[in-house]
């Protein structure tokens, strides 16, 4: 196979790249940015480019799901299906250009007991003497027993290599950074105080990174990021079959990742005046897939039924196993499993939001790529995970996005005269819908009127912005004068349906695990994860996502699941609760039950078929 010319339109990017090789695998190996929202499955139909110059394979019957005749007339191609076979030149359209997405990480920061794992103490030895040979180690063990009664330890290799210079370097007066009790793994000259920990939540789409102090417990900085492994699949599932379908896909997967978390050290230390060197404890939470990749685990038997995890168990490795750039000897904590689908990243969000020391019965929804679902109090505590497809992402939905510069975020539409009210992401004009936009949307469209309570936009609305092409409805957003991509932006009756796919399923696990604890009524409803913060919560009611709560005690929270990371470093006793709660918590496997897929029907309607909302009336009167 010979290398072909690509050029990409309008950025100019051009390069070498091997004959058959899809347009999108060209973009990637070229920097240039297409929306890949499916990951190249051919399912979101997102990466859609137009054809200027070139030869490429022939159009796929997959390709004619997205892209009608006179579109294919014009040129466009999906970009995953497209595979060039000549010298060509590209057109990415604005509403395929991949775009930075907003990263919302925010943790509520709630205090936390100062016990870390990573403690210095300030030692001054007696230097040898004829009378005194002990070597340089026994000598500064017996000093650490004596001085602060701490059992015999440890020395990590790394720092018994330095430990004879730095011992005569610092006149005998050293500090020494001890592990759990046990090992040490540095020594410096005279009193030195600086000790940081990273506590880290590695999501489907986003990296988060919280800096502390680990001698005042204090947070010193925060930083975001993409996951990398992103542009090799959107989802969990298609990165788990990248990791099978290439031979060094899981190693291609896991050095992302590892890359992405130097980097965001990088960044973090940089902006806190740090040092990489000053981190001696790392601690990740992250779904079992990310769990695994980060780990460098094959992930493969977590895509196949009963989806078990390599281990349950936490653990604790050094970083330089994993390459990671901080102290040599600096250690990871890795927070314990729960299930296949209900990983690390879930017992972080128990460890925030202690639901099991609690008597109000809470349910906790965490939207993520994936919907995990939590309910219970002190008592009992049930977990599920919910398949709840990729439209509150943005994918399957006509105009989704991102939540990225250009995503309408908020909609409002009058019941009157059906006007549009929407806020954009960046204030700029529009050029998408993201998730919690789709929400509002729907919910709007609800509550103003146009669609019933089975989705169907009715018939009998006059209004221009309801429209019926090819006996197909759609409702205007956004008119294209105001859009950025020259179209004008509406939800189809097919986004509604996918909406109700998704907010169905999380009902339906909700109820499940409802009527498995014998309870009718739900005391607080938490919406958790970086975009179910962004949730409004009484659209969220409207539209059925959870059932019926008293709309004063349902919250949106930050990023618990990295508060979760945050707490087990800044405190090692939680590590302990932590495990505690993973043997507690019942997994619920949501496709195993009987009565999952009547529920799953009755949720279809907005908010119900059956079920009431109280307090949904009250609070609009
Ligand atoms: S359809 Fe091509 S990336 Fe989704």
Redesign the pocket.
Known sequence: MKPLKVIFQPSGKRGEIQEGKTV?EASRELGVGIE????????????RVKILEGEFSPFSQEEGK?IGESEREGGIR????ARILKDAVIFIPEESLAQIQIIRKRISERPVELNPTIKSYFVKLTPPSFYDLSGDFERLQKTLSDAHSLPPLHIDYPALSKLTKVLREGDWEVTVFVWMDREILDVKPKNNVKVSGLAIDIGTTTIAGYLCDLKTGELIATQSMMNPQVIYGEDVISRITFAMDHPDGLQILHQAVINGLNQLIQLITESSNTSPEDIYELTVVGNTAMHHLFLGIDPQPLGVSPFPPAIHQSMDIKGRDLRLKIHPSANVHILPIEAGFVGADNVGVLLALEPYNQDDMVLIIDVGTNGELVIGNRNHLLSASCAIGPALEGAHIQFGMRAAQGAIERIEISPKNFEVNYEVIGNSKPRGICGSGIIDGVAELYRAGIIDSSGRFKKEIRSPRLRWINEKPEFVIAWKEETSIGKDIVITQKDIRNVQLAKAALYAGAKLMMKKLGIEKLDKVILAGAFGAYIHPEKAMILGMFPDCDLKNVFSVGNAAGEGARIVLLNKEKRLEANEIVKKIKYVELTLEIDFQREFVEAMDIPHMRDSFPHLHLYRQ
């Not at 999906?78 to 299906?81: G, R, V």
């Open positions: 999108l890949s929202l499916c990951g190249g499955k051919q399912t979101c139909g997102k990466c997205w999906l970009a995953c299906s």
